[in-house]
């Protein structure tokens, strides 16, 4: 196969055709502007760098184009030559016929079109194959992949590798002789008790556990190999996700085109039109992204024909008079979600009901009964269309079996939104196997998180007074107004919350879909743009975490969704308050009686408390030196100490006297309570009177 | 021992080490199948080799809210997410994470990963050590395992039903 002489400038080219475009646009939204004396300077030099590599591959063709353009954007470079400016329509007509001459390079004789045509047509949509026969690579991530890559071979040829394949089986092999050699001088020997035994048993041996070390040497590099292999190919797959960016310099074009095309007369300036875009940096994979960029390029067709008012019909309106269509691409989980909204006149339900019955695509009395989502997907089987005459753009009804061309190839789903003289949104939802989004990587408690970048407002360091508490949810102070506040580590249901005790957070601050919530993490890791891959079955996880990533350890990361975070922040009821912490008081019982150890601990126990036993006053030395209790409850009658003296003698110590002690005995003569109370016991409890309730009250008076 | 019958074992046991190295590991049946002697709830267990792709030190278990209660988590393992799930819990012991040291891998194409306590070796069990399992023993035990040198019965785990179990309460069961 010969080789593709122009493979190179066609990649350089349609970059530079993109550029062009969308920089012409630009320029026509602030033609007086500083910012367009810089962008024309950065137009000129695009057109003419297009002109030196048309050149150097002999596209004669293309350079003329290239040329003209340059001359068409000199005046707009100079205020004092704005009259002499061609309309915006002829320089991106300039721009569509380079890019037709370069669809048609190298694939036909044909020249180009040296007569750029400035009708305003709008393009037909290419196929999807077409779009995505090949991408555009960011270099850092081409990087990424050979760094892999580079690291499964070192890994391959490491010292564990290499140790255990030369020198480890060497030595392997060379015992392995060793033995070889004195059986076979067994075979022949005449006397084989003359053999040394220990020597061939112990070589063995020495064998085995050499093979079972490089064994697991072995073992160990070819599995981080093997790590480290699938993620050069996760890498690889990324290769193939796009930003979502790329679309929308053409659906703004698209946009201007159909404005244009819907202008009517030749000449006349195309309707203000506004195209705002959001979710740029959400990487999809490139063929759900084709088939998305056709379907919102009808989305768009769709809005300035049909949704958006005339110039005088929006002031009458009081409506700004530029039309405004809103592109947001989105994540929710393995999803992808793509609205287009405009703030146009809103879908007149009567005529789609008419023009759905008028198709036969449904029975009057059934086409009452829809609301405007079913009327819509109905409209999407076979075209239809409300507009009584069909122009260039639209009336054809085709727009909308495209969009359910490409929703029903994504197995996608499609919501309609209407409210008359407000405006439409549709919402393409479609099932995405990897993506891969800007996240701010999170830790709370053990676990590694991200979080959609798109969704974090800001992130602040808050100290725990900063956090109101309420029995119905916790919340911070976020620029005068309380948004709902929980600690990640509580909204995973993680283990042993430390948060509850905490003294400061990081918060991060959240808004999706118009909802606010701040989650508290114990630190921020950074930024990662990572792969996020599907949670695998039989795996279940609330709504919040939609996947995992793997960091540079092969450990996961959780993957999420930032909706679903933010709900369940809201939902949560207030946390548990730092003063009223559920702290575990340990109380020491000390009696030789096992049954009356027994008693204690159980009613100890199920009061909350945290009980040590022992059954000495020795033994209850010993322990209490070991550590911290919050109270000491003694039998008087003890062989050895006895717990009068436990008691005097804790009393005097100067650690030990901190923990208040209880006597509880069966000796009821008021001189012993006497004398209890004299060494130092703050209760007496008589075991003839033994109330639970009343020493449970004794016990809770002195610790809580 | 006679001279010639030595002459045979040393023989024998050249041959079965060449044999070792020369060809790949393969069983009998008659020889027994290979299986794995672990503890699971501190009582001692068996779980045979087939169906199991990996046996690893534990690593990294990330819990997930929700799921049941024998779910511990997804780990990472060989570059892929895997499902953790507790043996102890699936045979009804409490045993705390903590505790948790090894990870058996099962499953083939979606691999989920077991996680037990302690591995006491590998062993290769001959078809008649193996007993039917008495009625009263834990659930996805399918049989007792009479190893030679261990005083009690090893408690056979039923692999397969023990996914099933996993993938019947992923699935709401």
């Keep these: ?21 969308q920089g012409i646009l630009e320029l026509e939204s602030r033609p007086a502007s500083r910012d367009a004396r810089q962008e024309v300077d950065r137009l000129l030099r695009a057109s003419h760098t297009l002109k030196g590599a048309a050149g150097v591959v002999g596209q004669e063709g293309i350079a003329k184009l290239a040329h003209r353009l340059e001359e068409l954007l000199a005046p707009y470079a100079r205020a004092e030559d704005a009259a002499s ?23 036909a004789d044909a020249a180009p079109p040296l007569r750029p045509e400035a009708s305003g047509e709008p393009r037909e949509p290419s196929t999807i194959e077409k779009t995505v026969e090949s991408v555009r690579l960011d270099l850092l991530e081409v990087d990424g992949v050979l760094a892999s890559i580079a690291d499964v071979v070192a890994r391959l040829t490491s010292s564990r590798v290499a140790s255990a394949s030369g020198g480890g089986l060497a030595r392997a092999e060379l015992a392995v002789r060793d033995v ?4 076979g001088a067994a075979r022949r020997a005449p006397d084989p008790s003359s053999l040394d035994w220990d020597a061939i048993v112990g070589t063995v041996e020495r064998l085995r556990a050499e093979l079972h070390v490089e064994r697991e040497d072995l073992a160990g590099a070819l599995e981080a190999a093997e790590r480290r292999a699938r993620e050069a190919l996760e890498d690889a797959r990324r290769l193939r996700l796009l930003p979502a960016e790329t679309l929308f310099a053409e659906l703004a074009r698209a946009a201007r085109d159909a404005a244009a095309a819907d202008a009517g007369a030749p000449g006349v300036p195309p309707r203000p039109v506004e195209v705002e875009t959001a979710g740029g940096s959400i990487r999809l994979d490139a063929r759900v992204l084709g088939l998305l960029r056709d379907a919102l390029l009808q989305l768009v067709r769709n809005a300035i024909a049909h949704a958006l008012e005339p110039e005088a019909e929006r002031r009458r309106a009081g409506k700004p008079v530029a039309g405004r269509i809103a592109i947001r691409f989105e994540l929710r989980g393995a999803r992808a979600v793509v609205t287009c909204r405009d703030d ?4 007149d339900l009567a005529a789609l009901r008419a023009a759905v019955v008028a198709g036969g695509l449904a029975e009057e ?19 239809v269309t409300t507009r009584a005459s069909a122009t260039a753009l639209a009336g054809r009804g085709v727009g909308l079996q495209v969009v359910g061309t490409v929703v029903e190839r994504l197995r996608g789903a499609l919501a309609v939104r209407t409210e008359p003289g407000q405006g439409t949104e549709f919402e393409l939802d479609v099932p995405v196997s990897m993506t891969a989004a800007s996240a701010l990587v999170v830790e709370a408690g053990d676990v590694a998180a991200t979080i959609p970048l798109d969704a974090v407002v800001r992130t602040a360091r808050i100290a725990a007074d900063d956090v109101a508490r309420s029995p119905e949810g916790d919340a911070i102070s976020e620029a005068g107004s309380a948004v709902s506040f929980a600690s990640l580590a509580r909204v995973l249901r993680l283990p042993d919350d430390a948060s509850v005790r905490r003294e400061a957070w990081t918060a991060v601050l959240l808004e999706i879909g118009g909802a606010r919530a701040a989650v508290g993490v114990d630190r921020i890791l950074g930024v990662a743009n990572e792969v996020v891959l599907p949670l ?31 709900a369940a922040v809201c939902r949560l009821p207030g946390g548990p308050r730092a003063d009223a912490a559920p702290v575990v008081k340990s109380v020491l019982v000390v009696d030789d009686s096992l049954t009356s150890r027994m008693l204690e601990r159980t009613i100890l126990e199920a009061a909350g408390y945290d009980v040590t036993t022992a059954a000495s006053a020795e033994e209850a030395l010993e322990i209490a030196r070991g550590r911290t209790f919050a109270l000491f409850v003694v039998d008087v009658e003890m062989p050895g100490m006895s717990g009068f003296e436990f008691v005097a003698l804790t009393r005097s110590d100067p650690v030990l006297s901190a923990t208040p002690a209880v006597l509880v005995t069966s000796r009821a003569a008021p001189e012993d309570r006497r004398r209890g109370l004299e060494a130092g016991a703050r209760a007496y409890i008589v075991k003839g009177e033994f109330a639970e309730g009343e020493f449970l009250d004794a016990v809770r008076r002195l610790v809580g | 021992m006679s001279e010639s019958e030595v002459a045979r074992r040393v023989r024998e046991l050249a041959e079965t080490f060449d044999r070792s190295f020369a060809s790949p590991a393969r069983v009998r049946e008659d020889d027994g199948r290979p299986g794995l002697a672990v503890r699971v709830g501190g009582d001692p267990y068996l779980l045979f080799l087939e169906g199991l792709s990996s046996v690893s030190r534990k690593k990294a278990i990330v819990p997930l809210p929700g799921g049941s209660s024998a779910q511990l988590g997804v780990s990472g393992i060989r570059g892929a997410l895997v499902g953790v799930f507790s043996l102890p819990a699936l045979l009804g012991y409490d045993v705390a994470l903590a505790r948790i040291s090894w990870l058996a891998v099962a499953g083939g194409a979606r691999p989920v990963a077991l996680a037990f306590e302690g591995l006491d070796g590998q062993v290769v069990v001959p078809p008649s050590s193996v007993a039917a399992a008495p009625s009263s023993a834990r659930r996805h035990v399918s049989g007792l395992a009479h190893l030679a040198g261990e005083p009690s019965a090893r408690g056979v785990l039923d692999l397969g039903s023990m996914l099933a179990r996993i993938a019947a309460v992923a699935g709401g069961e």
Excluded: C, N
């Design chain 1, 1 to 21: 196969m010969a080789k593709d002489p122009y493979r190179y400038f066609r990649i350089e080219a349609r970059e530079i055709v993109e550029a062009l475009s």
């Design chain 1, 85 to 107: 400016r061609e309309p915006i329509g002829a320089l991106l007509g300039i721009v569509d016929a380079v890019a037709a001459a370069l669809s048609t390079l190298g694939t």
């Design chain 1, 344 to 347: 146009g006149r809103g879908i």
């Design chain 1, 536 to 566: 695998p079955a039989p795996l279940v996880a609330d709504a919040i975490v939609v996947g995992a990533s793997l960091d540079g350890q092969g450990d996961p990361r959780l993957a999420l969704e930032p909706r679903a975070l933010v």
């Design chain 1, 180 to 183: 070889e050699a004195w059986l």
């Design chain 1, 365 to 383: 009395h059934a086409a009452r009964g829809m609301d405007v989502g079913a009327l819509v997907r109905l409209g999407m089987l076979r075209g």
